[in-house]
């Protein structure tokens, strides 16, 4: 990991907002069909920019997350895998570019 996990958990409505806001700014939503939770989880783990994952076990990122985050959902396991293709790729497929894709 680029560093120690440090999840921001949200104390107030506005935090919520504010968490919410820069995961939806991110340079992860440039990922066609990427979910903002998917980028916030990216964010959390200390992941700024796409190129980033370039060479990460997507799975690897996915089981880290879950021993942080049990709760987190399978689907994104898809999420992790498509956004790493997408950093591997300059041209990537674009059928390729959709998490039903990586289930």
């Known amino acids: 990991m680029p560093k120690d996990f440090e999840r921001p958990f949200a104390t107030t ?33 200390g992941f700024t920019q796409p190129y980033q994952l370039a060479g990460r076990a997507p799975d690897a990122l996915y089981d880290d997350l879950r021993k942080r985050k049990p709760d987190t959902p399978l689907e994104r396991r898809a999420q992790f895998r498509m956004a790493v293709y997408f950093a591997e790729n300059p041209e990537p497929d674009q059928a390729r570019l959709h998490p039903s894709a990586w289930a």
Request: hydrophobic share 45%.
């Open 13 to 45: 409505p506005e935090e919520a907002k504010r968490l919410r806001s820069e995961a939806l700014n991110s340079a992860f939503m440039r990922i066609p069909y990427f979910k903002v939770e998917a980028a916030r989880d990216l964010l959390d783990l």
